[in-house]
C-alpha cells in the first residue's frame, strides 16, 4: 500500500465513540471505542458532557492508529460524524457552557408545536411539523428557561460541528445537519431567516456556525494541538462531516436514488435517496443536497429501538447475564435465544416502542411505550420478542407511509449494532414482507465518515466512486412468507393501539 492512503472515520454516537483506521478498499485495518455516560434529569430529557465525547476521540484514534501497525505519516485525510440533533452551548473557543443536550432529549415538545402552528413555508421542507429534537426548538428553549446561558454563549452548535471545531479550531456547520435539523433549505436561499424573526428568535443565527460545507468538502487541516492530542501528525485534511445515519448511508452504498438505508442502533433511522422532492410523506423531509447534490433524502425515525434492548436487559437480564458470565457468551447472545424460542406474535403481546415518544409517522413526542397482552405465562424471551417485533413494526408503518407517498425502495440496505442480531433481522424481513441486504461491515457509520475523509482527501471524485470501491454487500436476508399472516393481524393491533391510548399517553406523560 502506497504511503498516505490510509483514514479515519470518527464516529461519535449516542452511547459511546468509535474510530476506524480503513484502507481505500474498506478494509478495516484498526479499530477502538469507548463509552460514555447519558444523563435523564427528567423524563424525556438527555443530556452528554461534551468533554467526554474528545476524551474518547483522543483514546480511540491512538488505540486504532497502534492496531492498525500504521504510522500517522500513512493517514491521508479524516473525518467525523455525530448524532444529530446534539445542541452545544459553548464559547467560542469551544468550552461548553452546560451540559449537551442529546438528540433524543424532547423537552422542547411546547416550543416545537408552537413553531408548527406558525404554519411558515420553510416548514414544508420538514412535512409541516417540527419536531422537538432539533436546533431551533431546543435553542428557543434555552432562551426562555436559561436566558443566562443562552445570552453568554458564542455559539449553539451540534455536536458534529464542535467536534469539527476541535480537529480544526474552525467553526462550520455541516450542510447535512442545517438542511435536516435546523430549517436550513437551499432552493429557499438557506438559513431561516423569516422563520426566526417571526418567533422573534433572530439573536439565534447569530450565534451558528456561519460556513456551511457539504459532507465530504474540504474544511481545514488537523491542528497541531489536537495532532498531539491524537497522536497524528498536524495537517492532515480533514473534511466536512455530518449526522451520523446519514454517513452510514455512504457506508452501505445508498448513493443512488431509490436506495433506503435501514440504521439500526441506539434508535432506528431510514433513508430514503430520492431524485426529487416528495412533500406528500409524514416522515422528515424532503430534505434537498443533505447528502449529494442534486438529490433529495426522506427520513424517517423511531426513537428508541436498541436502546430498548439495553432498557430490558439491564433492568431484567439478571439471570441471562450470569447464565452469560457462566457459559462465556454474550448476553445478547443468550436473550436472543430465548427470544428466538418464542414463536411469531410473542403468543399475543404487542409492543408500541415509544419510550421516548414517536419520530415519524405519528410524531408525537407525549406518546409513550406500552405491552399489551401480559399474562403469567410471558417470560423475558417473549418481551424481547415483542421489542424485536414492534419496533420492526415502526419501521414497516413507515414504509407504508413513504409507499403511499411515491417512494417505495429498490433495495433495503441494513447496518448499525441492531444487524448483530440474525433473529431482529429476519424479524425485520418478516414484518415488513422485503428483503434487506448487510455489508461486510455492520457498523458502517464510522466507515461513511472515512469515505467522507476519502472524497475530502481526493482519494475519489465523489461518494458514488468511494461507494463503488469501499463497501461490499455480502447477505441477503428474505423474508419468510409463512410468518405474513400472522405479523398482518399484530400490525393490525399495532395500527390501532396508538389512538387507543394517546390520550391516556398524554395525561400521564403531562404529569410525569
Known sequence: MAQGELLIGIDCGTQGLRS??????????????????????????????????WAAARATVAAALAASGASPGDIAGLSVDGTSCTVVACRRDGTPLRPALLWMDQRAH????????????ILKYVSWQ??????????????????????????????????????????????????CKWNYARPEGGWPTGLL??????????????????????????????????GLRPGIPVAQGGIDAYAAMLGVAVVKPGRMALVMGTSTCHMALCDHG?????????????????????????????????????????????????????????????AAAVPPGAEGLVLLDYWQGNRTPIRDPLARGAVIGLSLSHGLGHLLRAIY????????HILEDLAQAGFTAEGIYACGGGTRSALWLQIHADVCQVPLYTTALPEATALGTAMCAAVGAGLFSDFEAAAERMVHVTRKVEPNPANAEVYDFYFDKYLRAYPALRDLMHETAARA
Open 110 to 121: 411546547e416550543e416545537a408545536a408552537a413553531i408548527t402552528a406558525t404554519r411558515h413555508p
Open 278 to 338: 416528495i412533500f406528500e410523506s409524514h416522515v422528515w423531509g424532503p430534505y434537498p443536497d443533505a447528502l449529494i447534490e442534486g438529490t433529495w433524502i426522506l427520513e424517517g425515525g423511531q426513537t428508541a429501538t436498541g436502546a430498548l434492548v439495553d432498557w430490558l436487559a439491564d433492568n431484567f437480564g439478571y439471570r441471562e447475564e450470569l447464565e452469560a458470565q457462566q457459559t462465556g457468551r454474550h448476553r445478547f447472545e443468550v436473550l436472543d435465544g430465548k
Open 20 to 53: 476506524v483506521v480503513v484502507d481505500t478498499g474498506g478494509r478495516v485495518l484498526g479499530e477502538a471505542s469507548q463509552e460514555y455516560p447519558i444523563a435523564y434529569p427528567r423524563p424525556a430529557w438527555a443530556e452528554q458532557n461534551p468533554d467526554d465525547w
Open 130 to 179: 417540527e419536531s422537538p429534537e432539533w436546533m431551533i426548538p431546543k435553542a428557543w428553549w434555552l432562551s426562555k428557561h436559561e436566558p443566562e446561558v443562552f445570552a453568554a454563549a458564542d455559539l449553539i452548535a451540534e455536536e458534529t460541528d464542535w467536534l469539527m471545531h476541535k480537529l480544526t479550531g474552525r467553526w462550520t456547520a455541516s450542510q447535512c445537519n442545517v438542511t
Open 197 to 230: 424573526e417571526v418567533l422573534g428568535l433572530s439573536q439565534l443565527q447569530e450565534k451558528w456556525p456561519q460556513e456551511v460545507l457539504p459532507m465530504g468538502a474540504l474544511a481545514g487541516e488537523l491542528t497541531s494541538q489536537a495532532a498531539v492530542e491524537l
Open 389 to 396: 417485533e414492534g419496533t420492526a413494526m415502526g419501521t414497516r
